[in-house]
């Protein structure tokens, strides 16, 4: 798939979405469709994909420990082990994952390839993508968590002093609200991770409307909602209004909310709908990695195959017992005289 096609099939579908939203709720009036049953329809698919997903994932069989992860395993008691790389107990299998799903340790530890005159191959450190990762992620989850405060009533404690500490540098742009270290974050992070896509040709190659698409709505969800905050005032009030309905399950519509607001929950929900199809399932797929979640302890345990069944086999002598006489016919060589 040329990367024309993919970078603009994903960038045409986004701005299709952010015109259904507008038009559905400036000239067609649906907001009760864009405020109620499309997220309501949306998070349904998200529950039900993931799950779908996580057992599909969790039936399969998984028969033996895959120690592929470097790092010494456990050996002879004067031979060092490396503990958290290739662990060798349920235990440092936890922290592996623990450093793995909070500082993604994989990604830190990924090298690039280089291929230099004469030929040579190098290999690099390249670390600019495990920090645009953790900045990515990191912010995403700050503002999710800053969120929360549209689905609680009172606020909780925990979400201002987040609040707080997103706004830290007291900055303000053309008198609007204070901004948020995390919106700036994840704006630059997403632009980083689409610019390497562009500017890496091998990347660029390989990269598909599944690479793109999944950037462009975030970023067109990151940027209505900065819209929202720092440029075109929001009724907050009425929007706490609607989002508490969705919550406690007694959804209600209140006039006068801007549009801003329905072209971001529709692409929120267009995220959640396409989440449980897409690369994004590696948010629940990290904990079911064999290569990382099982301990290495092949030489202390004997692993049978629990989906071992009774395999019909003939033997190399069978096959002799039945074929010799025809063997020998052809010149073929026996072990057995008859
Ligand atoms: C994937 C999920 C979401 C992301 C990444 C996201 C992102 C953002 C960002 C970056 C902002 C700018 C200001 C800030 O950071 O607080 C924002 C504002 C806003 N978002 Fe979201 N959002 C998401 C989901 C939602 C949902 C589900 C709702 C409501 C149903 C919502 C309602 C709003 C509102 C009302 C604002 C303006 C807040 C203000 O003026 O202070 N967002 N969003």
Redesign the pocket.
Known sequence: MSFGFSFWISIIVVVALVLTALVGVEAAKLDFLFGVII?YAAFAIFIIGMIYRVVKWGRSPVPFRIPTTAGQQKSLPWIKESKIENPSTAFGAFVRMVFEVLLFRSLFRNTRTELHSGPRLAYASSKWLWIAALAFHYS?LV??L??LR?FTEPVLLPITWLESLDSFFQVTLWGA?LL?I??VV?LLAIIYLFLRRVFIPTLRYISLPGDYFPLFL?LG??IT??L??YFFK?D?VG?KEL?MG?VTFAPKVPEGISVF?YI??FL?SA?LAYFPFSKLTHMAGVFLSPTRNLANNNRMKMHINPWNYPVKVHTYEEYEEEFRHFMKDSGIPVEKEE
Do not use: A, E
Request: proline residues 7%.
């Open positions: 997220p995403f503002i999710l800053r969120h549209l609200p948020y995390s919106n994840l975030i969800i990151g909602g900065v929202m905050r929001v907050v929007i989002t969705l607001f971001h929950l929120v995220l």
